[in-house]
């Protein structure tokens, strides 16, 4: 007798995907970034208005971590949260 696969078909939504990466992402940041005294909302600010990274720290790899995720992606990701949460 065959036996078949009855577990369910999971799906995936790719925008909900990244945007829970770019969440992950910044959290890390964040956390890295306050861990070293700095203001992290100022840091991470400055890096997305200047595209340089020297304004976040390397501490716990939190520049190569941010610099995983295209700049404007990390912005309209803001944007979308910004709106959504005043609606």
Known sequence: MARYDTSPTMSFNADEVRRQN???VLELVEDALEERGYNAIN???GYLITNDPAY???HKNARSIIQSVERHEIIEELV?????EGR
């Open 22 to 24: 770019i969440r992950q």
């Open 43 to 45: 840091q991470m600010a």
């Open 56 to 58: 976040i720290s390397s």
């Open 80 to 84: 979308r949260s910004y709106l959504e």
